[in-house]
């Protein structure tokens, strides 16, 4: 037996061998950290989640000592007074399944910046003629922090040349040449929604939902499992072939050195 084994000790088996004992836990440990990835992405839905449903009962707190927005913060009701100025639509926005619009009013408020604040949402094709007027005279608003939007991402559209008082993302970038104010980076979303309107829910904060990347870490997760299977397989399939041809040889089956080779009338 330790004969036909002895195939191990050659040069060639010595490199197949090393790239096994490498490619292994090489495979394992890249499965594994794709998993990690999967886990930190279900805990931070999770813990996204609980904050938005504990956030709607909390105490609003002042909207300066919220900022920036980040993931302990977006979502917590926050408080500002100001008086509103300019009036945006944002088109093509989905709540309960329809489509519709956002009423964004530019709440101008005492430290010389205006806040964007989601008044609420209205079904239909965005038109300035449904959207009631924001009150006037000074106002105190409550309702839930969020991060400016990125264009492109969690359903924002990217699009531009839209009618004058319109807007695709709700951020300061994008805001920043439609209104004539310094703006904060951030914006809210009432509580309860203005003059019939219907109250626009929070979102949870960027790279917090269980989205393609977080699926595409756990199909990455399998292949590395399955290339670690398959480095294993291949290693024992080689071995056996070898150990046959070995003991092929030593009956005289096959020549030495060359192929599994039938001995003519065997």
């Not at 008082?165 to 040449?177: D, Y």
Request: aromatic share 10%.
């Amino acid at each position: 037996m330790e004969g036909v084994y002895r195939f191990l000790l050659t040069p060639r088996w010595w490199g197949i061998n090393v790239f096994v004992l490498l490619a292994v836990p090489f495979c394992v440990f890249m499965g594994s950290w794709q998993l990690s990835r999967f886990e930190a992405r279900v805990q931070d839905h999770r813990a996204a989640a609980e904050q938005a449903a504990s956030g709607r009962h909390e105490t609003a707190r002042p909207l300066d000592g919220m900022l920036p927005v980040d993931k302990s913060t977006s979502g917590r009701r926050v408080t500002a007074s100001g008086r509103y100025g300019k009036q945006l639509l944002v088109p093509g926005r989905e709540v309960d399944g329809k489509r519709g619009f956002y009423v964004l009013t530019l709440l101008r408020t005492g430290s010389g910046k205006a806040l964007p604040v989601v008044r609420g949402w209205l079904p239909g094709a965005a038109d300035s003629a449904k959207a009631p007027a924001p009150p006037s005279g000074e106002v105190t608003v409550t309702g839930a922090l969020q991060a400016s939007e990125t264009p492109g991402d969690n359903g924002v559209s990217a699009r531009s040349g839209l009618p004058a008082g319109q807007t695709a993302a709700i951020s300061s970038a994008s805001l920043v040449n439609l209104v004539p104010y310094r703006l904060y980076d951030a914006w809210i979303t009432l509580d309860k929604a203005d003059s019939g309107m219907k109250a626009v829910p929070a979102t949870a904060p960027g790279g917090t939902g269980l989205d393609l990347k977080a699926f595409q870490n756990l199909g990455y997760t399998g292949e590395w499992f399955v290339f670690a299977g398959f480095v294993v397989f291949m290693w024992f399939r080689l071995l056996r072939r070898e150990v046959e041809s070995q003991r092929d040889a030593a009956l005289g089956l096959v020549t030495q050195g060359t192929d599994r080779e039938t001995v003519a009338g065997g």
